[in-house]
């Protein structure tokens, strides 16, 4: 995993932290031996000045292991506090720069989840390693070598004893972790149904499910608590197998320390000391199990942030808030598509093919079809949100694929298909269309997208806006991005279905009022009824991602049987003139 | 004060849900404190061991072997006991953690639907998931480990009396230290941890927003501008981190520092009483593994009790759920006989908040068969009116009748049984196609389901999905577009075969070529019954025998569609803007 260059910047402290750490655990690790040592020189012969040193010298190593170990912390926290801000700030970059297609392919929970919750748990991850995880093996280490300037028979059984409590930690670990993963997926189907009786509370009781509801239900917690016992009954048996080891290793160090201490190889003091070690690994070992699990989480969640950065990702391209306009001769159309191809994806249908068209400044070129026709995908190729598979789209002449991306949009005025805004202010939202536009640049936007009446009700440009625009009604969200496209006094404007949510009088109006503004803006509506569009200048009918019909509305009537199905189905065939 | 009382409220009740297990609960004391008391014997058994072999040609070996069994025995039947306990807590802990999911489902499918209006659902989600989990892990293991603990400490304090009164009042006066100076550093910490959790929200709510509408902050090419946003957050998050992450993490130096003035302080007590010969070197050793050790429990304690606090908070939110209030049982009241589809709403008035009528003197009399289309504005009362009649809300005063019974008085379940109903947002469920399909009527045979299908044109595409009726679909509908998730909902109703239906802007979410080819399966589903169509496209409703016209939740205008126009009011109106937008380009 690449992720440990985030350290850069804090690399002292990456490495100083486990130094202290080190130190810290050396420090402990001399204790039994000065245990050792009074028990076999100073208790035997009575001296009892050499106790009070050798007391004094445990407190001291006490006060400055404490001293390393704060240090050891601080370097901990810096570092891995450190890492996880250049993470996110990298993978928030990273997503920044996702192109339309990109974030297609990523959902947005999916990118919240790398940016929050993964980096946060690989965060956690790096300064629980920092500060607990290296040093118990620096102890179990540490203690293994001490057993050997002591004893090398009574070293072996340390070693042995390492080996078995691995091997039972892995025995555990593997039994453990499909169980717990079973658990899991057994958890997430509660919580499935959980939430879509929420969802679905109006027809669960309409079709008088509640029974039946309850018995799902009642299922799939019984399987979830099955699955959660077994995982943690597994789980639970490796603290009593580790306490086992040790004491069996215990009796074995007891054993021979009994046999060498007859022969005059060890003394008393020795054994005590080995005993000593052995408990000290005990204590780290049952801490470290603890750790293990927290850890291999944190790997799972660095691995998914390594592999969202990794991922190669479609080019950049970025925009400045607004440029400029760039005058533009009337014989040169503001938008042509020359017989222009799209598609989603390699190797997949295409969504839009051989389309040809030209629009003029000033002119309102509707869009009409069904779901799915690829409506959104003919506009969308216009600020280059996505690239043509062939063929060419042409603003004012130039491919857009020669011209800046970032001064293209800064022309496109863009009222997205999905109306969102952000939280804060109505003059915030506004302003995210162009930033240097004044307050009553503000409010005749609002008026040209028939919104204005929201000022009155809601108090004005500083009336609060909740997360998403929660706090406005589908309809009045839709007219309110309208208002943020017209913000920028764009080119071209690109309305994807934004009356959709409208009564057929307010989406009129708000259509009166484009026509009538004075910059003369290319404007594109898109639409799944005649009604929005029949004032076109050109309407593109799709169908499939073909060109079904291109024409006025009643050359469309007359020639096209798709746009006059459409038509029918909205009008229902009554009107007759 | 307040406080306290809920508190201990909330505590009783955990132990009301504990009931069923007492068994168990019995069983779990009993191996806790075998499996916890033998623990403190080993330090003694190795002290007596070692006082067996003082020196060379000094070693007592046909003493010790009957001592290194008495090692072996304490220690495998500890870790026996040990590992029963964990098995019988799990069972508890699960069994309870299971007990309180199904009694808070079982209320929320008996309150009513306002319930589910007034709040967010990921909010009560994580009630019944979250909380409950943290009611399991924080007060049920906590507990064990509480007790664990506490059994430990007496044990460990019983065998060192034993040993050495003096040596033992030691121990147990300094090891307490080191509780009070991981509770100090923890109150010092909790207002980091605070801080940083309020700026980690912040990060939170702003990064969902941007990147949940990225595509609106690309079309505007304000990149630059939330990126630098996100840094400015992003580098005060770092700050509050470092700081709470730091003064956290001081917890585990500390007390190992108090636990090695213990262990000094012990070592030097027996050494001296070592050398005056009141304790023998093995007693020393026992201690000094005492005292390594006896931290342990007093640590964990304090750890389960600052654990406790959230966890009862959690809990209080679990039982907040499962105490809420719920309507009458939808069971309860007269039997409704088989519904011919007359209804009658008489006075009727509604609203959701007091000072707010959302429909007034709402008369209506509709006869069996008939269909009545309801259009009007956003917010006019429309939806409101299917949701009086599915009984999903109440009227202030007035009432429903069907078939001249009051529906008020009669079971709820057969209100609803009596309608169909498609709603504008389509609920697909994880399950089958099948299973979707059957929601009303899970005993329908395949024959029956294909049937329906088919009536409503839904089997072909059907028939295309990679394991037909098997498929199982995902929450949101996975693969299938809108319209056809639309017609899912429609075969359910189609299978139930009501004798009345309702249509709140069923079509809406579908464009207008789409619902033109399912719109033969509606008027099949339609044909001879009862039917409330809500819609805002006026093509949908014009064939209605009455159209009610709403505004500000007064019924306006009702008649036909002809009879409306002629009238020359507020449909007209409607009706004029929409004809202005069809028929213009005709002259």
Excluded at chain 1, 144 to 161: H, P
Excluded at chain 1, 372 to 382: A, E, M, P, Q, R
Excluded at chain 2, 575 to 584: I, M, P, Q
Aim: proline residues 4%.
């Amino acid at each position: 995993m690449k992720l440990f260059r985030f350290t850069k910047g804090y690399r002292k402290e990456t490495v100083l932290s486990p130094v202290f750490k080190l130190a810290e655990a050396i420090l402990e690790l001399l204790i039994p031996l000065i245990v050792a040592k009074i028990i076999d020189y100073a208790i035997p012969a009575g001296d009892t000045g050499y106790i009070v040193k050798m007391i004094c010298l445990m407190a001291a190593l006490g006060a400055v292991g404490f001293v390393f170990a704060v240090l050891g912390q601080y370097f901990a926290a810096k570092s891995s506090a450190g890492f996880g801000t250049r993470m996110r700030k990298e993978v928030f970059d990273k997503i920044e720069s996702l192109s339309y297609s990109d974030l297609d392919r990523a959902t947005a929970p999916t990118l919240i989840n790398r940016l929050n919750s993964d980096s946060a748990q690989a965060q956690s991850g790096l300064n629980i390693v920092l500060r607990l995880v290296l040093r118990s093996p620096f102890i179990v280490v540490g203690a293994v070598v001490m057993a050997f300037t002591i004893d090398v028979r009574s070293a072996l059984i340390f070693t042995v004893t390492v080996a078995a409590l691995l091997l039972a930690s892995a025995a555990v670990v593997l039994a453990g972790v499909p169980a717990f993963r079973r658990s899991q997926n057994a958890l997430d189907r509660v919580t499935g149904v959980t939430r879509e009786n929420m969802t679905g509370v109006r027809v669960v009781r309409a079709f008088v499910r509640e029974k039946e509801e309850i018995k799902t239900y009642d299922e799939a917690t019984a399987k979830h608590s099955r699955l959660q016992k077994i995982a943690g009954n597994i789980s639970g048996a490796l603290n009593p197998a580790t306490y086992v080891i040790i004491n069996t290793a215990l009796i074995l160090i007891l054993r021979s320390g009994a046999v060498r201490i007859d022969a005059g190889a060890m003394t008393q003091g020795q054994v005590i000391a080995l005993y000593n070690y052995m408990t000290q690994m005990l204590v780290e070992l049952l801490k470290l199990a603890g750790l293990i699990v927290m850890l291999s989480r944190s790997w799972a969640c660095a691995g998914r942030v390594s592999a969202f950065l990794n991922e190669k990702t479609d080019s950049k391209t970025e925009v400045p808030p607004c440029s400029p306009s760039v005058p533009c001769g009337g014989d040169v159309p503001r938008v042509r598509f020359d017989n222009v191809s799209a598609g989603y994806g390699e190797g997949s249908e295409p969504a839009l093919s051989s389309v040809s068209f030209s629009a003029y400044p000033g002119q309102t070129v509707g869009v009409i079809g069904s779901t799915g026709s690829g409506k959104s995908t003919l506009v969308d190729l216009i600020p280059r949100f996505y690239d043509v598979r062939s063929g060419a789209v042409l603003v004012d002449g130039v491919d857009v694929r020669e011209t800046d991306a970032a001064s293209l949009r800064g022309r496109c005025g863009v009222a997205p298909q999905k109306a969102v805004l952000f939280k804060g202010t109505l003059r915030d939202n506004l302003l995210f269309g162009n930033p240097d536009a004044t307050d009553e640049e503000l409010t005749e936007a609002m008026r040209l997208a028939c919104v204005d009446d929201l000022l009155e009700t809601h108090g004005g440009l500083d009336a609060p806006v909740a997360q998403y625009g929660r706090n406005f009604s589908g309809g009045q969200r839709q007219r309110l991005t309208v208002a943020r496209a017209l913000v920028r006094r764009p080119e071209i404007l690109i309305l994807d279905d934004s009356s959709s949510a409208l009564d057929y009088a307010t989406d009129a109006k708000l259509r009166r009022n484009i026509a009538s503004l004075d910059y003369d803006p290319t404007v594109f509506i898109v639409s799944q009824r005649t009604g929005s569009v029949k004032d076109a200048d050109l309407i593109i009918v799709l169908e499939d991602g073909e060109v079904a019909g291109i024409g006025r509305h009643d050359e469309l009537l007359a020639s096209c049987p798709v746009y006059r199905e459409i038509h029918d189905a909205v009008s229902g065939g009554e009107v007759s003139g | 004060m307040k406080n306290k009382v809920s508190r201990s409220a909330v505590i009783k009740r955990i132990f009301a849900s504990l009931k069923p297990y007492r068994f168990s609960l019995v069983l779990s004391v009993i191996f806790g404190i075998v499996g916890v008391s033998l623990t403190p014997a080993i330090p003694v058994l190795v002290g007596r061991a070692v006082d067996l072999m003082v020196g060379a040609g000094a070693v007592d070996r046909d003493g010790i072997g009957p001592i290194l069994w008495a090692i072996a025995g304490a220690a495998a039947l500890s870790a026996v006991f040990q590992w029963l306990m964990t098995v019988v807590n799990n069972r508890i802990t699960y069994n309870v953690t299971r007990d309180l999911r199904r009694a808070a489902f079982r209320t929320l499918q008996a309150v009513p639907v306002s319930y589910f209006d007034s709040r967010a659902h990921g909010g009560l989600v994580s009630r019944v998931i979250t909380d409950v989990d943290a009611v399991s892990d924080g007060l049920l293991l906590g507990a064990s480990h509480l007790f664990t603990g506490v059994v430990t400490v007496a044990a460990t304090l019983v065998f060192m009396i034993r040993l050495n009164p003096v040596i033992a009042a030691a121990v147990a006066v300094l090891t307490p230290i080191s509780l009070f100076v991981s509770r100090f550093v923890a109150s010092r910490t909790y207002g980091y941890f605070k801080e940083q959790a309020e700026v980690r929200e912040e990060q939170g709510a702003f990064t969902e927003e941007i990147i949940s509408s990225q595509k609106v902050v690309k079309a505007f090419g304000r990149e630059e501008d939330v990126r630098r946003k996100f840094r400015d957050i992003n580098e005060r998050y770092e700050k509050k981190t470092v700081r709470a992450v730091f003064f956290s993490s001081l917890v585990n130096p500390s007390t190992r520092l108090v636990n090695s003035i213990v262990y000094a302080s012990v070592a030097l007590i027996g050494a001296l009483f070592a050398v005056s010969g009141a304790i023998t070197v093995g007693v020393l050793s026992s201690f000094l593994a005492y005292a390594s050790q006896y931290t342990k429990p007093f640590n964990e304690i304090s750890g389960v009790i600052s654990e406790f606090q959230g966890a009862l908070a959690c809990a209080e939110r679990v039982f907040e759920v499962i105490d809420a209030e719920r309507e009458t049982p939808s069971d309860e009241g007269r039997e409704l006989p088989a519904v011919k589809g007359a209804v009658e709403l008489d006075n009727v008035n509604f609203s959701y908040f007091k000072d707010r009528p959302v429909l007034r003197d709402i008369n209506l009399s509709v006869p069996p068969g008939s269909h009545v289309a309801v259009v009007g504005p956003t917010g006019c009362g429309k939806t409101t009116l299917i949701n009086l009649l599915m009984r999903y809300y109440e009227p202030d005063s007035g009432k429903i009748t069907l078939d001249g019974e009051d529906t008020s008085a009669v079971r709820r379940v057969d209100v609803r049984r009596s309608f169909g109903m498609v709603l504008q947002d389509t609920w697909i469920r994880e399950a089958t196609v099948r299973d979707n399909i059957a929601l009303g009527k899970p005993d329908a045979t395949d024959e029956e389901i294909a049937e329906a299908a088919k009536a409503v044109r839904a089997h072909s595409f059907i028939m295309k999905l990679p394991h037909g009726y098997d498929t199982v679909l995902s929450e949101d509908g996975g693969a299938l577009s809108a319209g056809q998730r639309q017609l899912i909902s429609v075969a359910r109703v189609m299978l139930t075969a009501p004798p009345m239906l309702i249509l709140d802007e069923a079509t809406s979410s579908i464009d207008t070529r789409t619902e033109l080819e399912i719109s033969k399966s509606f008027e099949d589903l339609m044909a001879g019954k009862t039917a409330f169509i809500v819609a805002h496209r006026l093509s949908t409703v014009k064939d209605a025998d009455v159209i009610l016209v709403m505004r500000g939740g007064e019924i306006v205008e009702r008649g036909t569609h002809r009879e409306l126009l002629e009238a020359g009011g507020f449909y007209r109106e409607l009706y004029d803007s929409l004809l202005r937008g069809v028929s213009d380009g005709q002259g």
